[in-house]
């Protein structure tokens, strides 16, 4: 078991003043919280439009959720100047965890109208923003996700949260979602499908944030990126576990 300030966790947060609706921010301040309340030294840089990504300066990459307007400024990038890196960074076993319109852009294309926006193609994926008519997928959600070896012992399977996009995902035969909505819409609201794993790479429409209401799951992440071969040290998370449950409680599950 990991203990004593001996490790550190380096996250890199990919257009972070771009790529952050839904206060994704949230979700890298509670892995700074959890890894300080460890003693795991916790580092965060930032890589935005035109910045040369170091494939293995992190342990983590994170790409927030974003506007179809910010999206257009951060894909071209994302699929050109730092895709080569990415794909090293995930060929390392570097986790990668993208958000709503970050997960948009893992795949291949997202597809608004006429317009193509590149993805930066790590997993077999492709989104079409629906119509006007058809509109977004809005509203709490929860997904039941398979277990993991370096989850927390009281874990539970379930992640709950917020989800607002117009795109609809689809992924290719051989991919695996996150998860299966047990409440909610997911990737294209009628598949059943939430999100992508692909080894350590994971992509979700799960705002709220994501971890402050998952805080278990922001555990295995930093466990992963560790490369840890047992689950972190439990933690009090009395308050945690209620905004947990509070969250499943808005989804209705
Ligand atoms: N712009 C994307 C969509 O509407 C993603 C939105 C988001 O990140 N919440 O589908």
Redesign the pocket.
């Known amino acids: 078991m990991l203990s004593g300030p001996d490790r550190r966790l380096r996250v890199c947060a990919l257009y972070p003043d771009l790529m952050n ?2 206060a994704d921010r949230g979700n890298i301040l509670l892995l700074e919280q959890r890894c300080r309340w460890r003693g795991i030294e916790f580092a965060v840089s930032a890589s935005g439009l035109g910045d040369e990504l170091d494939p293995g300066g992190a342990d983590m990459y994170y790409i927030g ?4 307007r910010d ?1 257009r400024l951060c894909a071209l990038d994302l699929a050109t100047v730092k895709r080569d890196a990415l794909h090293a960074a995930a060929a390392r076993g570097a986790v990668i965890l993208a ?3 970050g997960y ?1 852009l893992l795949g291949h294309s997202y597809q608004l109208g006429d317009e193509s926006l590149p993805g930066v193609g790590l997993v077999d994926l492709t989104t079409v ?1 629906a119509d006007d008519g058809a509109g ?1 997928l809005i509203g709490n959600i929860a997904i039941e996700i398979e277990p993991h070896p370096l989850d927390p012992p009281d874990a539970g399977t379930v992640l709950a949260g917020f989800e ?4 609809r995902t689809r992924l290719g035969a051989s991919e695996s979602p996150l998860g299966r909505v047990l409440s909610g819409y997911g990737n294209s609201g009628d598949d059943g499908f939430e999100g992508v794993r692909k080894g350590n790479v994971v992509g979700t429409y799960m ?1 709220g944030p994501l971890l402050p209401k998952n805080a278990w799951f922001a555990d295995r992440l930093i466990a992963t990126a560790l490369a840890l071969d047992a689950p972190l040290a439990p933690l009090d998370d009395g308050l945690e576990r209620a905004a947990h449950l509070e969250a499943r409680r808005a989804a209705g599950v």
């Open positions: 609706i839904y959720g974003g506007q179809d999206q958000v709503c319109g948009q923003r977004r607002n996009h117009g795109g705002h």
